[in-house]
Nanobody
Framework: QVQLVESGGGLVQAGGSLRVSCAAS????????MGWFRQAPGNEREFVAG????????VYANSVKGRFTISRDNVKNMVYLQMNSLKPEDTAVYYC????????????????????WGQGTQVTVSS
């Protein structure tokens, strides 16, 4: 079955950078879309960024556009989220997600669209 394992979270000062990683296994992911979501205490889990594995096309939430970059490594089966110019409001648990999307023309951006999830990694941005 699909397994997603996040890593790379931590504590960083505002304005700093951090890269979180997602190790994907159990499938050939060329027909999948991968997403990063985040959830802060008391908030709903929200979409951050998504990538279509086959084409590398991406989509971002407005709140992170221009600061965050999602990418994938086909050889290592890894998905990355490079986060720059971090703000305290980026503090959250970051989750990697996957969905089979061979028949979809767009990258899903809702939590309900994804059916495989990692355990999450904490990112804390201090002011």
């Amino acid at each position: 079955q699909v397994q997603l394992v996040e890593s790379g979270g931590g504590l960083v000062q505002a304005g700093g950078s951090l890269r979180v990683s997602c190790a994907a296994s159990g499938r050939t992911f060329s027909s999948y879309s991968m997403g990063w979501f985040r959830q802060a205490p008391g908030n709903e889990r929200e979409f951050v960024a998504g990538i279509k594995w086959s084409s590398g096309s991406t989509v971002y939430a407005n709140s992170v556009k221009g600061r965050f970059t999602i990418s994938r490594d086909n050889v290592k089966n890894m998905v990355y989220l490079q986060m720059n110019s971090l703000k305290p409001e980026d503090t959250a648990v970051y989750y990697c997600a996957a969905v089979f999307s061979l028949l979809l023309s767009t990258i899903p951006t809702t939590r309900a669209s994804y059916n495989h999830w990692g355990q999450g990694t904490q990112v804390t941005v201090s002011s």
